[in-house]
């Protein structure tokens, strides 16, 4: 199938999916109001086969030590599946499958699957990394860059992680975990029971993140938007807290943006 635009429809929700740029959602409308930042790098895009950033683009595969792009220098971050078209599998009313086969420079064959399925109230995305041949560390995650303001409303954001990463002067974990700080926030937090945080624009609109991974990014430093991304672990995780794909046990991911009007 092509890889044009996508338009996803239920109840009073629309959600449209650009496999040709990165395979990311371009536009999350509920009730004709746009939730997601406009523009060519926003909307949500996926991260894959890593979240956030690597330490000078470095990760070492067993006594194997492998060099990703500089994309924030002097680090790699946010995969490499977003600055590609992904393929357009499957497409219903309310539901879209992408593929997109891994390439240079990520050393490992392998497939990431997106899943988006639309509901009235809510939108569930899943993500999988399968291989069919070598095993490799991997990460997979979600970057959304929600609208900080609906109409004359501003966002506010209420969650209760157990413990905040320890930032470096690099944006990097520094391996200490800290009590929780006040915001602002381009930092990463654990959630051992799932990941659950809350954006409300007071008198709009409460839109409610969840997913099973324990490990969210919240970056609200920008004017324009704030950011909740739910991933399988920390920033620099390949080298620190490596998931392993292999040919029987693929990495799987899912989140659900559920909504309600106010």
Same mark, same amino acid.
């Given at each position: 199938?092509?890889?044009?635009?996508?338009?996803?429809?239920?109840?009073?929700?629309?959600?449209?999916?650009?496999?040709?740029?990165?395979?990311?959602?371009?536009?999350?409308?509920?009730?004709?109001?746009?939730?997601?930042?406009?523009?060519?790098?926003?909307?949500?895009?996926?991260?894959?086969?890593?979240?956030?950033?690597?330490?000078?683009?470095?990760?070492?595969?067993?006594?194997?030590?492998?060099?990703?792009?500089?994309?924030?220098?002097?680090?790699?971050?946010?995969?490499?599946?977003?600055?590609?078209?992904? $393929?357009? !599998?499957?497409? *219903?009313? #309310?539901?879209?499958?992408?593929?997109?086969?891994?390439?240079? @420079? &990520?050393?490992?064959?392998?497939?990431?699957?997106?899943?988006?399925?639309?509901?009235?109230?809510?939108?569930?995305? $899943?993500? !999988?990394?399968? *291989?069919? #041949?070598?095993?490799?560390?991997?990460?997979?995650?979600?970057? @959304? &860059?929600?609208?900080?303001?609906?109409?004359?409303?501003?966002?506010?954001?209420?969650?209760?992680?157990?413990?905040?990463?320890?930032?470096?002067?690099?944006?990097?974990?520094?391996?200490?975990?800290?009590?929780?700080?006040?915001?602002?926030?381009?930092?990463?937090?654990?959630?051992?029971?799932?990941?659950?945080?809350?954006?409300?624009?007071?008198?709009?609109?409460?839109?409610?993140?969840?997913?099973?991974?324990?490990?969210?990014?919240?970056?609200?430093?920008?004017?324009?938007?704030?950011?909740?991304?739910?991933?399988?672990?920390?920033?620099?995780?390949?080298?620190?807290?490596?998931?392993?794909?292999?040919?029987?046990?693929?990495?799987?991911?899912?989140?659900?943006?559920?909504?309600?009007?106010?």
């Amino acid at each position: 199938m092509s890889n044009e635009p996508i338009t996803l429809t239920a109840g009073d929700a629309e959600a449209t999916v650009l496999p040709g740029n990165g395979g990311r959602i371009g536009g999350l409308r509920v009730g004709g109001t746009e939730l997601l930042r406009q523009g060519e790098r926003y909307g949500c895009f996926p991260m894959a086969p890593w979240c956030g950033r690597i330490r000078e683009g470095r990760f070492r595969d067993g006594a194997v030590e492998h060099q990703m792009p500089l994309t924030a220098p002097p680090n790699a971050i946010h995969g490499t599946t977003r600055d590609h078209a992904w $393929t357009t !599998a499957r497409v *219903t009313a #309310d539901e879209a499958v992408l593929t997109y086969d891994l390439v240079d @420079p &990520w050393p490992y064959s392998g497939r990431v699957t997106q899943v988006f399925a639309l509901a009235a109230d809510a939108l569930t995305l $899943t993500m !999988a990394i399968e *291989t069919y #041949d070598s095993s490799f560390p991997a990460q997979l995650g979600w970057h @959304p &860059w929600f609208n900080r303001t609906l109409d004359d409303s501003s966002a506010e954001l209420a969650f209760t992680p157990a413990w905040q990463e320890e930032r470096g002067a690099d944006h990097l974990p520094t391996g200490q975990r800290t009590d929780p700080k006040p915001g602002p926030w381009d930092d990463c937090f654990g959630m051992p029971d799932g990941v659950d945080v809350t954006v409300t624009w007071p008198g709009r609109l409460e839109l409610r993140v969840t997913s099973p991974e324990q490990w969210v990014v919240v970056y609200d430093e920008q004017e324009a938007a704030v950011c909740v991304e739910p991933q399988t672990g920390p920033p620099n995780g390949l080298n620190t807290l490596p998931r392993l794909v292999t040919p029987i046990d693929p990495l799987e991911a899912t989140t659900t943006w559920r909504w309600r009007h106010l």
